[in-house]
């Protein structure tokens, strides 16, 4: 049997999908283009909603701390007060020695306090003492009670004085006749010296803000930051300062000083002559004026005279702010280079402390130093603090772990303002100056 009888039934079907197939052709290609664009929608869906703040923590290293001068050095005043001969009776004291208040003695007056004792002379001291009674055979037979000399001391003087302590024997022979006391002090020549501090370590904490793109690589915005480092400059050494020597001299009134005598009052004892251990006392002392002889009193000035050797330091920190703009650009989905310049400034407070002294020859051993005259301790000291400006530049790779956390690494420089502290005469210029240093931290997205 012959198929084309079928053919009237399968032509009208034929023709029917010929009639379709443009429009399914054309449906197939929007599904395409459809899903295309709906891909590409998600991934701008997906840049839509990433993190633009990026907050870094970390640790940053500078080359320097900044450079110190240190002027004016070799500066030690007078340890003790100067006090002209007008004042009268007052305790002078001075690097060698000191002259002391004098008063009555217990012995030396009655029950009402008056002087029993004859201004300029001496006056004795007696004492009841139990001795033994022997016979013709030096046997003891008994014992008797006896009044013994047992002191011979210099009277109180009105104006004199039997107070008083020399350091060296030297100060008997400086003018015969009389008693030199000295006072010395360094002044400046203006002797300097600089230190700069070597690496410096500190923390740093930063905000970068995304304002704006330029496709999916490229990016700007801006930073703001704040970062912690330290300041510390400390030298030793010695410069050459003027050497100044304040004498005053006091007269023996023609008695001879004992070379030997330097502490005053001075006594000599000796067992009483009857061997019976009984001691007695003699005082030596040669009393002095209460007050130097004005037309003596000499201040010399000897320029270079002192070595003033000492130790110099300036510590302390400073924060540093830093806001500029930004620009960012990504090698790979997660690794990207960013930078930034831009305007600094530096809140700096800092401690000058020193330390100075000197010898002189007639004191070989004693170290003549800076006194804080309010806590009486040796090394002095002042504060400051400094508003500074600059400008700052970074150098960043950072490397995004994941959405939200990253790890960054990179360089950065900084320019600052210098600033002058002092601490009495001397002066510290203290230049924070140019400084490159790495850095490096985490940063955490959102």
């Known amino acids: 049997m012959s198929t084309f ?14 009639a379709a197939l443009p429009a399914f052709l054309s449906a197939q290609e929007t599904s395409a283009k459809e899903e295309e664009r709906m891909s590409q929608l998600a991934r701008n869906d997906g840049m839509w ?5 990026r907050v870094s923590v970390g640790l940053r290293i500078l080359d320097s701390g900044g450079k110190v ?11 003790n007060e100067i006090i002209p001969a007008s004042e009268g009776a007052v305790v002078r004291s001075y690097n060698d020695g000191q002259i002391g208040l004098d008063g009555l003695r217990t012995d030396e007056v009655d ?8 201004p300029g002379g001496r006056y004795q001291v007696y004492s009841t003492v139990t001795v033994n009674v022997t016979d013709s055979n030096g046997n003891v037979i008994g014992t008797q009670d006896v009044q013994r000399l047992v002191g011979d001391y210099l009277s109180y003087t009105p104006g004199m004085t039997r107070e008083w302590d020399v350091m060296g024997q030297s100060q008997f022979l400086t003018k015969p006749g009389y008693v030199a006391f000295n006072n010395y002090a360094a002044v400046s020549d203006g002797g300097s010296l600089a230190k700069e501090q070597g690496m410096s370590g500190g923390l740093e904490l930063q905000m970068n803000r995304e304002l704006g793109s330029s496709g999916r690589y490229f990016k700007w915005g801006v930073l703001a930051g704040i970062s912690l480092n330290d300041i510390n400059s400390k030298t030793a050494g010695s410069v050459a300062s003027t050497l100044r020597t304040y004498t005053d001299y006091y007269t023996t009134n023609g008695s001879v000083l004992p070379l030997s005598q330097l502490s005053n009052p001075s006594n000599d004892t000796t067992l009483d002559s009857d061997g019976d251990g009984v001691a007695n006392t003699f005082e030596n002392t040669v009393a002095l004026p209460i007050a130097p002889d004005p037309s003596l009193t000499t201040d010399v000035l000897t320029p270079g005279g002192a070595n ?5 330091q300036v510590k302390g920190a400073y924060f540093m702010f830093k806001f500029g703009p930004t620009l960012r650009t990504q090698i790979t989905d997660t690794i990207g280079i960013s930078a930034s310049v831009g305007l600094a400034g530096a809140y700096a407070g800092t401690r000058y402390t020193a330390y100075e002294s000197f010898q002189v020859a007639a004191m070989p051993n004693t170290d003549i130093e800076t006194v804080d005259s309010e806590t009486g301790d040796s090394t002095l000291s002042s504060t400051a603090t400094k508003f500074l400006t600059g400008y700052y530049a970074d150098l960043n790779l950072d490397w995004d772990v994941n959405d939200r956390f990253g790890l960054f690494g990179g360089v950065t420089a900084q320019q600052l303002d210098s ?15 140019s ?3 790495i850095r490096g931290g985490v940063t955490v997205r959102f």
């Open 5 to 18: 009888p079928m053919m009237p039934r399968f032509r009208p079907v034929a023709l029917v999908l010929l």
């Open 49 to 53: 909603y990433t993190p633009k703040t």
């Open 69 to 79: 001068s240190f002027g004016n050095l070799g500066t030690v005043p007078f340890l």
């Open 111 to 118: 029950g009402n306090g008056n002087q029993t004792s004859t």
């Open 308 to 312: 003033v050797t000492g130790r110099w």
């Open 419 to 433: 600033y002058e502290q002092k601490l009495g005469d001397r002066t510290a210029d203290i230049d924070l100056g």
């Open 435 to 437: 400084a490159v240093g």
